[in-house]
């Protein structure tokens, strides 16, 4: 019950994520959509807002020129009609929506168009005016010339029913274009997210242990960034697995021979008595104290290799990692062997202090061991000082026959030993882990009297060099 509930425990969260997270097309959907409807409103209320001013503008216009052009009719107008106009008024052919009225100076009705809106064509102020009878709204525009008074009436229905035929005509274009824009971004953002899900429905079919890189091949360039940055994330951990897999292997292969030896060792000790057990015993230690050196070497190159932190808080100086490698490196009798000057003093390294001293005190170990016993084992110490980053070369050498090029092909690969050796195999390549670990590098170099000469360069930091 307890394996099934935790089986189901991701589905459940995945459900809930799946809840809760809106999905990139629907963010995009609903942010340009609603961006869109809002612009396109905003300026649909603009023109709107606009249209209707022209509208009325034009309509007020109309109705001034009316009034003027009845005016100046009226002014060409014969003698013979003025005289009859004193005893009838004129009467004006009506049209739809449209009303006229004139009056003369007297202040009488000499021409009409609607005998029945006395009240709405009343002389008034000269202009624009709303008067209303019988539930409908008139505009009325009074116009005076030579002591005659014109005035000329719209019915504000037929405006409004103007209007309305005039917005229709703009808005239904204006929805066509908008209802178009609306799918016009639909298709947009489903095809321009179709690389999404074939990068998704790619990694949906891959096999859980398949870490090879994911083709670019056709991914947009936006993409580009982002499977790059996947393809690097699998490479790690491709390197992780293979570290893995190489430090179990290794674990696996290297300390069976010694598990061995001290069980042989301590079943020879528990059949035998007296000095032959003592001697199993003693054997049986050594073999302890191998492995614990393989396995302290195995858990430091797969840190190093691992990029796991060592950050200690401690400065780092030149002086204190080559006093310390030593200490570690050199027994009271070989310490004699070490040939060093300290220089450098403030020199700090740019890295940790376990890390630096751990490859130094390789170095050393291995020149003590592999060196001529008579002769002693140079340490020195060379900086260089560049605008962008300061290094410090430690060099280690040491006195004996010249190496071969096989050999000095093989010093740093893993569990490699000399004829002569009795360490672990491990030593140079730990150093070479954590020289590259920060960007620096091991180099090896044959004198010509012989022995070998071992260039570590690492990273110092930009501070001020006192040389002693």
């Known amino acids: 019950m307890g394996i099934a509930w935790a089986s189901q425990t991701p589905l459940i969260h995945q459900g809930e994520l799946k809840r809760k997270t809106m999905s990139l097309r629907t963010r995009l959907l609903l942010t340009l959509g609603l961006t869109l409807t809002l612009l396109w409103g905003l300026a649909a209320t603009w023109l709107l807002r606009d249209l209707h ?43 739809e929506g449209l009303a ?3 009056h003369s ?25 709303y008067r209303k009878e019988a539930g409908t709204t008139w505009r009325v525009y009074t116009y005076e010339r030579n002591g005659m008074i014109i005035t000329t009436a719209d019915r504000m229905d037929e405006r409004d029913i103007l209007l309305r035929d005039v917005i229709k005509v703009a808005v239904v274009p204006f929805l066509t274009a908008l209802v178009g824009s609306m799918g016009a971004l639909w298709l947009g953002v489903l095809r321009g997210l179709k690389p999404l899900g074939r990068l998704r429905n790619t990694l949906a079919r891959r ?18 960034p982002l499977i790059l940055t996947l393809n690097s994330l699998l490479l790690r951990v491709h390197k992780a697995m293979v570290r893995e897999q190489r430090f179990t292997s290794d674990a696996a ?11 042989t060792h301590l079943q020879v000790a528990r059949r035998v008595e007296g000095e032959a057990a003592e001697r199993a015993l003693s054997y049986a230690e050594e073999g302890v104290a191998r492995m614990v050196r393989i396995l302290e070497q195995l858990l430091l190159l797969a840190r190093v290799e691992g990029r796991t932190a060592f950050e200690d808080g401690e400065a780092c100086t030149l002086e204190d990692v080559i006093s310390l490698a030593i200490q570690d490196a050199a027994t009271h009798a070989e310490t004699n062997r070490i040939d060093f000057s300290p220089v450098f003093s403030s020199a700090e390294l740019e890295m940790p202090r376990e890390l630096a001293v751990a490859a130094l005190r390789n170095l050393i170990d291995n020149a003590l061991r592999h060196g001529d016993l008579t002769e002693p084992v140079k340490v020195t110490v060379e900086l260089q000082t560049h605008p962008s980053r300061s290094w410090a070369t430690l060099k280690v050498s040491n006195y004996g026959a010249v190496l071969n090029d096989e050999t000095l092909a093989n010093l740093t690969e893993r569990f490699w030993r000399s004829s002569r050796d009795g360490g672990s195999g ?43």
């Open 426 to 468: 491990l030593g140079l390549a730990i150093v070479v882990a954590i020289a590259e670990r920060f960007e620096g590098a091991l180099h090896f170099k044959r004198p010509v009297q012989g022995g070998l000469e071992a260039s570590l360069i690492l990273p110092v930091r930009p501070l001020s060099v006192t040389v002693r």
């Open 53 to 95: 001013t022209q509208v009325e503008l034009t309509l007020d216009k109309r109705l001034a020129q009316s009034a003027r052009m009845v005016a100046g009719l009226m002014e060409q107008l014969p003698p013979e009609v003025w005289g009859r106009i004193d005893h009838d008024a004129l009467t004006i052919p009506p049209i």
């Open 100 to 102: 006229c009225q004139i």
């Open 253 to 263: 292969h290297e300390l069976r021979t010694p598990l061995t030896a001290i069980k």
């Open 105 to 129: 100076p007297r202040g009488e009705v000499i021409a009409r168009s609607h005998a029945e809106m006395d009240d709405i064509l009343a002389p008034g102020e000269q202009g624009y005016t």
């Open 207 to 224: 096999h859980p242990e398949a870490l090879t890189t994911v083709s670019l091949e056709g991914a947009p360039s936006e993409l580009r």
